[in-house]
């Protein structure tokens, strides 16, 4: 180029001519690989990586259903029970004619001139015939001058049903992968064995041999075949001739004959995926009338076929390398199309394409892009390299990089601000002078939580010890907080060079100690929260223990605080938290800890006793701190508090055992209501116990181990019994009884009530079914259902679905309820009680006259039944003023056309009274206890009548 024609540079300093010499030769490259792909295929070097690719084809290739001909084979223990091979021509006659009912028998023994006799001959022609479905093979061999036939004697072929040649060869390899469904010398092509075979089972008649022009071997439709992907029925020939093979196991099926001996029969290699394994000659056959009959049938595509998607493939690669496709996505294109295309295909089209050719093209053209790019990239290391240091230079954060001595080898701007020197003069001195020091043991950490790293120590076994806080020395005074990483550098040459990342967080740790102390404090009330509870209660701890003294948590909960909130709305709720909390303080000593948990729990903590009844003393004023109402916004509200006390020295623990300790003695005191207790290993133990009880409850609800027990009701004037009352049992695994008033309240906090009572209802149900077929009269079952469950809209949905399963009509069940539940929520009482109403389904009033007495109540309530309380009962006769109360309450009842039942009789005088007063029916003692199932079955066969007297 002369000096007068600058014009001819590009604007990326690179001329016209070299750019056009490598487009030139990208040219070349995409259109000669084809050309070389294509001679690689036509090689055979690398036919091996196709045959193991095809091989993994086939294992996946998806089958449609195959039906594998029963295999008898001639094995080893036939050989040593019948004879060595061959057998005489009677004993084969013998084995055909045991497979008498077989659709076809393809006898895969050759029958040449070796060991005949007239006789054998005689009898094994006659087997064949007689059979009428025997298919022999067309054997073949290789002679000097080419491939010859070992066809079955003419004598044995006219009596076979049909002759087909056994014919497949095995490859490169040694492997046998395909066979043809025709062959044979020209101008004859024999169908083959397998599809004779199948044919003949399938329509019963084998399609006759084809002439073909030319001469020499002929053979078509050669396909590929996955040996190993199916397993035939094996038996052995001798069982077959000793009878100790069920026929049913070959009537109407095609059966296939041969020999599988070691040392006699010919075994061939078959692919299983990436392993191989060998097959007698009989089992391949076996396997190919599966596949003969199902028409499964690959092929590999004809060498103009391959050729040419060679070609195409490569010529794809090609054009991708030359649209500028990256690397990495090339590459993915270079092991990923070619290999997915031939198997899609295979998948799809059962055409086999070998992939290979192609992948070793693109192969090719992946490494000259490796190569160009590593070109082109070392170009730009140099400007990124210029680029990237002005970058850190440009960034916040302070960066160096320490040499293997821990010299500073670089640093950034930023890193001269923080270390309040100029970048240039850190560069080249030891770290040492201007880096923290390793900390001490002693040394106060950063902030909660943080260990002061040095820097100055190689990374980790990771490569990178990250994101930890660091005291700087500053030299105009005080000291900086950073943030810390320290990587060790890949420099690929062992000498330990080190990168130290520091981001200035002096403010930050500032802000993060004022938020730490916000988020000790409750938002609400002001006091300390649960989080800084914790952190006190273990340092209280550790100092009562250090000193010997004792230490007290009282856990404060106030009952019926979820009220307020749903009466009065939360911001009264919230003035009613910070006056208990105000009130709290001006009750404690100065030194106790007031906080609060959350909810509506608080939490005082006394440290320094040297008499845990201190801890009593101030239960007490706290409480009586309570007698007066609270004021909350314009509400007056009174506020009755639990408390629950646990002290350091009763049992060993740390700081959430001491408040688990006190929520155990304030769960204890809410039941006492407005009360304090003090834990102790009794209360311990009684929570452990019901806790263990809680669990074999759940256990018997999974296992269904409870028990229903039955008490009969019965009519007054005849003594016929009208219903059952459902009562549950229940005992713990090792046998022991729980009585109900035990384990009712217990089942009910844990929220098994409701599934319980389902049970029950199921199973109460289930039983009646089977006394109605034994009691002519209708019988009622009553059920006894809690207050919580009751308001629920999901019990009628159950009981209705009951009834709809097992058919019981609604008038059979009756809900038992109390009157304590009435009173709880009438509005909701008497809407569930109407829907149930509506179900069909009685209602009854349990233990009437313990609650709260309201006869009025009586009429707002669709009710069906009262049943009077057994306390009633047992004290008839003893006062007038108690028999005045009854008969009240019957006549009461019966104004509001209700029916009366009384429980807990026991003896004659409290029926008769119960008579005379117009009370219809009863139940107790008297007639029954209450007694299983099984009993009351006895009771209704009897009759269904129950005599008095005291059982």
């Known amino acids: 180029m002369s000096d007068a024609e600058p014009g001819i540079a590009s604007a990326g300093g690179r001329s016209w001519p070299g750019r056009g010499r490598r487009a030139l030769g990208a040219w070349v490259l995409a259109l000669g690989l084809p050309l070389l792909g ?120 006219d009596a076979a049903a049909a002759v087909g040649h056994a014919h497949w060869k095995p490859e490169a390899d040694g492997v046998v992968r395909s066979a043809a469904w025709w062959a044979g010398k020209a101008p004859v092509s024999w169908p083959a064995f397998a599809r004779n075979v199948a044919t003949l089972a399938q329509e019963g008649t084998p ?24 397993r035939p029925a094996v038996v052995a020939a001798a069982d077959v001739l000793a009878g100790r093979v069920d026929p049913a196991l070959w ?27 060998p097959m007698a000659a009989v089992e391949l056959q076996a396997r190919l009338v599966a596949f003969t009959a199902a028409d499964v049938l690959w092929q590999r595509a004809s060498p103009l076929v391959t050729g040419a998607a060679v070609a195409a493939i490569t010529l794809a690669i090609g054009l991708a390398w030359l649209g500028r496709l990256r690397t990495r996505r090339l590459l993915l294109l270079v092991v990923a199309g070619p290999t997915l295309l031939s198997f899609g295909v295979f998948l799809v089209q059962g055409l086999w394409l070998a992939p290979t050719a192609p992948l070793l093209a693109g192969g090719l053209l992946v490494g000259q892009r490796v190569v160009h790019d590593w070109q082109r990239r070392r170009r730009q290391l140099l400007v990124e390299r210029r680029r990237a240091e002005t970058i850190l230079d440009a960034i916040d954060d302070a960066v160096l990089t320490l040499d293997g001595r821990r010299h500073i080898a670089f640093a950034n701007r930023a890193a001269g601000r923080l270390l309040g020197r100029p970048a240039s003069h850190l560069v ?35 490569g990178r010890n990250g994101a930890e806080l660091v005291r700087l020395p500053h030299p105009e005074g005080g000291e900086r907080i950073a943030q810390a990483s320290h990587y060790q550098l890949p420099d690929g040459h062992g000498k330990g060079e080190a990168l130290v990342v520091m981001t200035d967080v002096t403010e930050l740790m500032r802000l993060h100690k004022e938020l730490r102390e916000l988020a000790s404090r409750d938002a609400v009330t002001d006091l300390p929260n649960r989080q800084f509870v914790t952190q ?118 740390d700081a959430d055992a ?36 809680r669990q074999e409850l759940r256990d018997a609800l999974a296992d269904q181990r409870f028990e229903l027990h039955y008490q009969p009701r019965v009519s007054l004037p005849c003594g016929r019994i009208t219903g059952f009352e459902a009562l549950l049992r229940f005992k713990r695994p090792d046998g022991t009884p729980v009585p109900p008033d035990q384990f009712i309240p217990i089942a009910e906090n844990a929220g098994l009530l409701e599934p319980i009572t389902e049970w029950v209802t199921t199973t109460a149900l289930a039983s009646w079914q089977r006394w109605q077929r034994l009691h002519p009269r209708p019988l009622t079952v009553a059920v006894n259902v809690s207050a919580r469950h009751v308001l629920q809209p999901e019990l009628v949905g159950f009981i209705h679905t009951v009834f709809e399963r097992t058919g019981v009509p609604p008038p059979a069940l009756v809900v038992e309820i109390t009157e304590t539940m009435l009173m709880q929520d ?126």
């Open 38 to 157: 294509g001679w690689a295929a036509g090689s055979g070097w690398l036919a091996d990586v196709d045959r193991r690719l095809l091989n993994q084809a086939l294992a996946i290739a998806p089958l449609p259903p195959l039906a594998p001909p029963l295999l008898v084979a001639i094995d080893e223990a036939s050989l040593a029970e019948v004879g060595r091979w061959p057998w005489p021509r009677q004993r084969q006659a013998e084995l055909i004619r045991a497979l008498d009912g077989a659709a076809v028998v393809g006898y895969d023994v050759g029958l040449s001139d070796s060991g005949r006799t007239i006789e054998g001959d005689a009898a094994l022609i006659e087997a064949i015939a007689g059979h009428g479905g025997v298919v022999l093979p067309v054997n073949l061999a290789r002679a000097p001058w080419g491939v010859i036939e070992l066809a079955p004697l003419p004598a044995f072929a």
């Open 207 to 230: 399609p006759p041999p084809r002439r073909v022009d030319g001469d020499g071997w002929h053979e078509d439709q050669v396909g590929l075949v996955p040996f190993a992907r199916i």
């Open 251 to 277: 009537q109407g099926r095609a059966v296939v004959v041969g020999v599988t001996a070691e040392g006699t029969a010919i075994h061939w290699l078959v692919h299983d995926g990436w392993r191989l394994q």
């Open 428 to 462: 080249g001195n030891d770290a040492a002078r201007f880096l923290p020091a390793p900390p001490g043991a002693e040394a106060t950490p950063v902030a909660p939580g943080w260990a002061e790293p040095n820097l100055l120590a190689p990374p980790g076994a990771n």
């Open 536 to 653: 006190h209660l273990r340092q209280a701890a550790a100092r009562a223990d250090r000193d010997g003294q004792d230490l007290a948590v009282l856990l404060i909960d106030l009952d019926h605080f979820k009220e307020v909130n749903d009466r009065f709305g939360h911001p009264t709720g919230d003035a009613l938290l910070r006056e208990v909390a105000e009130r709290l303080i001006a009750t404690c000593r100065r030194d106790d800890l007031v906080a609060r948990l959350g909810g509506d729990e608080f939490v005082v903590i006394m440290a320094g006793l040297k008499d845990r009844h201190h801890a009593a003393i101030l239960a007490d004023k706290i409480l009586r701190a309570f007698e007066r109402p609270v004021r909350a916004l314009e509400q007056v509200i009174r506020v009755e508090p639990s408390i629950g006390i646990s002290c350091l020295g009763d049992q060993p623990g």
């Open 658 to 693: 001491l408040l688990g300790r006190a929520d155990l003695a304030m769960y204890q005191a809410k039941h006492r209501g407005g009360a304090f207790r003090l834990f102790s290993p009794e209360l311990d133990r009684a929570a452990r116990h019901e806790l263990q009880l």
């Open 826 to 951: 009438p509005l909701r009482a008497t809407t569930a009680i109407e829907e149930l109403k509506r179900l069909g389904v009685a209602v009854s009033i349990d233990d009437f006259g313990t609650g709260y007495s309201s006869l009025a109540y009586l009429r707002d309530f669709p009710i069906d039944e009262i049943k009077i309380d057994k306390s009633f009962a047992a004290r008839l006769g003893g006062d007038e003023r108690d028999d005045l109360l009854v008969m009240a309450i019957t006549s009461m009842a019966k104004s509001l056309r209700l029916d009366v039942v009384a429980e807990g009789v026991e003896r004659p005088d409290q029926a008769d009274f119960l008579g005379r007063i117009g009370v219809h029916e009863a139940q107790g003692y008297l007639y029954s206890r209450p007694v299983p199932a099984a009993a009351i079955e006895l009771m209704l066969a009897a009759g269904g009548r129950l005599q008095p007297g005291v059982r």
